[in-house]
């Protein structure tokens, strides 16, 4: 699983990509970091997989943390 940071200015973006047989994994990341946080989501791909979640910058830095820790959970 790969996730990575991208800045825009006052919009930023997280994509965050994995493989087919980390789909629970993906899913969990992905589902816990849009609960908690109101970001907008697009999905793509079924044997890679690529989410990208975008917003304003502060809240897109706050989803980027809790990506981070959900993923070592």
Known sequence: M??????HGVTASITISSTV???????RV???TLFL???TA???GFFLMK?????KTPVVMRAYR??????KR
């Open 21 to 27: 047989f980390e789909f629970r994994k993906h899913n």
């Open 37 to 39: 946080t109101s970001t």
């Open 2 to 7: 790969k996730i990575d940071y991208q800045d």
């Open 30 to 32: 992905v589902d816990t």
């Open 51 to 55: 989410t990208v979640i975008s917003g």
């Open 42 to 44: 697009k999905h793509t």
């Open 66 to 71: 809790i990506a981070l820790q959900e993923m």
